[in-house]
């Protein structure tokens, strides 16, 4: 079993930055592929991006590419998102996952944390 703890959600203005942390117990995290999904309100959950646990691999949504980036420390067991020039279309509960794999569909992520509410105003 793992446990996912999300941190960092707030409400910041356009054009503002946030680090959403997630941290992870229960299982070797430096072996576990970390995602970040997000689901704005009436909208499906949407792929944010993802760490696989070997080689270091990174992904990003296309849409996202430039202003999210993704970044681990395994010594930490967290997994970070880092949000730069924030747009109201960002406001969105934001989760953390975790699997044996990096993948942008939810089916992949065995684990889920219980989300973090970004806001972001115009």
């Known amino acids: 079993q793992v446990h996912l703890v999300e941190s960092g959600g707030g409400l910041v203005q356009t054009g503002d930055s946030l680090r959403l942390s997630c941290a992870a117990s229960?299982?070797?995290?430096?072996?576990?592929?970390m995602g970040w999904f997000r689901r704005a309100p009436g909208k499906e959950r949407e792929f944010v991006a993802a760490s696989f646990w070997a080689g270091g691999s990174t992904y990003i949504a296309d849409s996202l590419k430039g202003r999210f980036t993704i970044s681990r420390d395994n010594a930490k067991d967290t997994v970070y998102l880092q949000m730069n020039s924030l747009k109201p279309e960002d406001t969105a509960v934001y989760y953390c996952a975790a699997g044996r794999t990096a993948s942008v569909q939810n089916g992949a992520y065995d684990y889920w944390g219980q989300g973090t509410q970004v806001t972001v105003s115009s």
């Open positions: 229960g299982r070797t995290f430096s072996m576990m592929s």
